[in-house]
């Protein structure tokens, strides 16, 4: 790109930039990928996909997790993938990290095994139902991993007719729940309030869980970060 280009470019006299050219421009600008989205809408192109998928947790996140002893923690790739757990957070749900195939990611696992649905109380499931198949969709349009999400979506509709319904609904959802139940298959139901640190781009979650102090959620939790996962009942 010549000076008088640049020039130009600035002065609104240029002709539009092409995609390469706008990367290009983002790339030496050393812009943040909210200053380049909003310079690619400038210019008129839609901004790429932020996400790149990878295997690896973010050295961000793993540095927060790596600290967190209090407090249940997971970190999720945007396809629902549970990458790393706190020991903690194994106590609470359980080693989510041990799926393989297309039961790594939750929103798979919600419909095809029964022993997903454990871990919530059974009023609670048709609003985690609603947004399994809401993320779903959400995965499957500007996900990391558009392939799998396809391939997901395909069984998930070949061999469940509750999510087929869901489906139908058009519904879109992107947000972690807030505050949510769980059942300890030992301690019982456990309150707790969710709160998430994202990646750049958006690809990684860490879900910090904790319990309000006082409650009788808060005192399972202090139990269970002493017992661990160890048997509570022989």
């Known amino acids: 790109m010549s000076t008088d280009y640049y ?47 990878s295997e690896h947790v973010s050295p961000t996140l793993m540095r927060v997790l790596d600290r967190l002893d209090d407090s249940p923690a997971p970190v999720l790739s945007d396809m629902a993938d549970t990458l790393a757990m706190n020991p903690l957070a194994i106590a609470l749900l359980g080693d989510q990290t041990r799926h393989t195939g297309l039961a790594r990611s939750a929103y798979y696992r919600w419909f095809m095994d029964p022993a997903e649905r454990l871990v919530y109380p059974e009023e609670d499931h048709p609003h985690h139902v609603r947004a399994q198949a809401a993320r779903l969709r959400v995965a499957l349009t500007a996900g990391s991993d558009t392939p799998r999400a396809a391939r ?50 958006r690809a990684q979650t860490l879900v910090v869980l904790t319990t309000r102090p006082g409650t009788e959620s808060h005192s399972k939790l202090e139990l269970l970060s002493v017992i661990g996962h160890q048997q509570l009942t022989h």
């Open 7 to 53: 020039a130009r470019l600035e002065q609104q006299r240029a002709p539009q930039p092409s995609v390469q050219m706008a990367t290009a421009l983002a790339r030496a600008l050393r812009l943040t990928l909210d200053e380049r989205d909003h310079l690619f809408g400038l210019i008129g192109h839609n901004a790429p996909a932020r996400f790149h998928r």
């Open 152 to 201: 997901i979506l395909a069984e998930l509709q070949e061999h469940s007719p509750e999510f087929v319904r869901l489906w139908e609904l058009q519904e879109v959802a992107q947000r972690y729940d807030e505050s949510k139940t769980i059942v300890h298959p030992e301690l019982g139901r456990i309150d707790v309030d969710g709160q998430v640190l994202f990646t750049e781009n």
